[in-house]
């Protein structure tokens, strides 16, 4: 079932990924300090009173330099409009209301999306009386809050939960379907997958990027699989978002990824892989979706180039080593349904769950063929077990966790995957310092 969508906007250095960082806390995944994958944090799965929601800063996103900061401002809190279920506006009360911010709060105005004024860095009462003027722009209730001291953050998410949509309202499909998410960058060939894959056009196919506006869900059998393809389809047609196409299709991304097992990365084989590419496949990465990478027009290459090809995105995109790459067209139906059996495998990795015994047998085996140690200690495993699944989440206990090096870890991952390919997901393992026992 898909996440409501928070949305944090505002004009530069007003705190928006300060409170982002502190809304989403512990629970945000680590980046690895790794050439490809993006490293600006714009995207988190949070919760708050138990209830889970996706959170989204645009300032993550560098639209085209050399667009006006006006422009480049406002074009984000469009983008932000069309996808967010709640939208947390921010604003400074140490400079009051800026030009910028009348031109934001005149977007949100003609938008009607639930919208929450935080005037940060409310540090003091002072602070707080002097944030009341917000309210002059007339964009929703105003909340003074300091996200560097955390001050009246608890009572901003009280209300911002309070303001998301009962997600007893939000469809959803049967436990066991195979929910594919078809993300990449527009005009890749989304839609056109799509269409080939049901022998039909149930979409709109088009080489003008944004055509399909909406995201759109259709339901099929594929043996004793129901799929469910969730297309992500690009950018509006109007030209009042061009500078943020990028920042879109992230946005997009981000919103059907919460409703999908696993992520189609889609590729043009014609334009070979792209920085906006690496940033989409991060994303599914860094959200844990099961992964398969699809080179799409690959009638527009030879196939002897098939190795070359997977051997330079091999090199490119390293944090998604475990994703497999599958070759197609559809415009001529080539490998089309190789992508479908392929999700459909990678999912089953996403949900394999394998038993606290088995795991001890192969971390015990893999400690006793490689020791490891570090500052003249040795690492002693005591056990493992598996937490999650989707992805495998495994919390490994030892005598120190600060002696296993990251190394260590990808040996120990790689021992797990000779025996369980996991092929298309990745696994999570975190270190925790077993308790001792007595006797």
């Given at each position: ?52 929601f996706a959170l989204v800063d645009t300032g993550g996103i560098l639209l085209n330099e050399q667009d006006p900061l006006r422009v480049q401002v406002t074009e984000q809190a469009q983008v932000a409009l069309e996808e967010a279920d709640v939208v947390l506006f921010m604003v400074d009360t140490s400079e009051g209301v800026h030009p910028l911010d009348s031109d934001v709060a005149d977007i949100i105005r003609a938008s009607g999306k639930p919208t929450i ?136 991304a981000v919103r059907s990824m919460e409703r999908a097992d696993v992520a189609i990365i889609l590729l043009d084989a014609g334009q070979g892989l792209l920085e906006g590419d690496k940033r989409v496949a991060g994303l599914a990465h860094e959200a844990g979706r099961a992964c398969v990478i699809v080179v799409n027009k690959w009638d527009l290459r030879p196939e002897e180039d098939k190795k070359v090809f997977a051997d330079e995105l091999r090199l490119q ?123």
């Amino acid at each position: 079932m898909s996440k409501p969508l928070v949305a944090i906007v505002g004009r530069p250095n007003v705190g928006k990924s300060t409170l982002f960082n502190r809304i989403a806390g512990k629970r945000i995944a680590i980046v690895e300090d790794t050439a490809g994958i993006t490293r600006d944090r714009i995207y988190c799965e949070a919760e708050w009173t138990g209830v889970e929601f996706a959170l989204v800063d645009t300032g993550g996103i560098l639209l085209n330099e050399q667009d006006p900061l006006r422009v480049q401002v406002t074009e984000q809190a469009q983008v932000a409009l069309e996808e967010a279920d709640v939208v947390l506006f921010m604003v400074d009360t140490s400079e009051g209301v800026h030009p910028l911010d009348s031109d934001v709060a005149d977007i949100i105005r003609a938008s009607g999306k639930p919208t929450i004024v935080v005037a940060n860095k409310a540090d003091n009462t002072v602070r707080e009386q002097d944030a009341m003027e917000f309210y002059a722009m007339g964009a929703g209730d105003v909340f003074a809050v300091s996200s560097h001291n955390g001050r009246n953050i608890a009572d901003l998410l009280d209300k911002m939960v309070e303001m998301l949509p009962d997600q007893s309202t939000l469809a959803d499909y049967p436990e066991d379907a195979v929910r594919i998410a078809i993300i990449g960058r527009p005009n890749v060939g989304k839609s056109s997958l799509i269409n080939r894959v049901l022998g039909e056009k149930r979409v709109i196919v088009s080489d003008i990027p944004g055509t399909t506006r909406d995201t759109i869900d259709t339901v099929f059998q594929k043996d004793d699989n129901t799929v469910v393809l969730i297309d992500t389809a690009g950018i509006r047609k109007s030209g009042k978002i061009q500078g943020s196409v990028e920042y879109y299709t992230v946005l997009r991304a981000v919103r059907s990824m919460e409703r999908a097992d696993v992520a189609i990365i889609l590729l043009d084989a014609g334009q070979g892989l792209l920085e906006g590419d690496k940033r989409v496949a991060g994303l599914a990465h860094e959200a844990g979706r099961a992964c398969v990478i699809v080179v799409n027009k690959w009638d527009l290459r030879p196939e002897e180039d098939k190795k070359v090809f997977a051997d330079e995105l091999r090199l490119q995109l390293p944090f998604i080593s475990y994703a497999p790459i599958v070759f197609c067209s559809a415009l001529t139906g080539y490998g089309v349904m190789d992508v479908v059996d392929t999700a459909i495998d990678v999912t089953a990795n996403h949900s394999l769950r394998i038993s606290t015994g088995e795991l001890n047998r192969i971390f015990q085996g893999a400690a006793d063929e490689h020791p490891y140690g570090r500052k003249g200690r040795d690492l002693k495993i005591k056990y493992a077990t598996m937490t999650e699944v989707k992805p495998p989440n495994i919390v490994v206990f030892v005598n120190d966790p600060e002696l296993v090096h990251f190394s260590y870890a990808r040996y120990l991952e790689n021992k797990l995957r000779e025996v369980y390919s996991y092929e298309g997901t990745t696994v999570r393992l975190s270190f925790r310092k077993a308790k001792k026992t007595r006797g």
